[in-house]
């Protein structure tokens, strides 16, 4: 089981997003626990973090030997990846 982190950057970013959506994105991460069983997971080609998709809301994070670390929530757009 994995410890997730929310970095500083992406809690700002939480702050603008409506309360519904955040209470939705806040919820799939919490999933992220049991890494590698997770939903609507996928890892970005020539980078080395993955992508959480929930709504129009994407989350960016990348995996460490204990921890997981979200580090950016973006809503999907053209320039999003």
Not at 35 to 46: A, H, Q, S
Request: net charge positive.
């Amino acid at each position: 089981m994995y410890h997730v982190e929310i970095s500083p950057k992406a809690f700002k970013q939480m702050r603008k997003i409506p309360m519904d959506d955040r209470k939705a994105i806040l919820s799939a991460v919490k999933t992220l626990k049991n890494w590698p069983d997770c939903r609507n997971v996928k890892r970005l080609e020539d980078r080395d973090d993955y992508r959480l998709r929930v709504g129009d809301f994407r989350a960016f994070f990348t995996v460490g030997s204990e921890t997981i670390t979200v580090e950016e929530i973006r809503r999907r757009n053209e320039r999003t990846y």
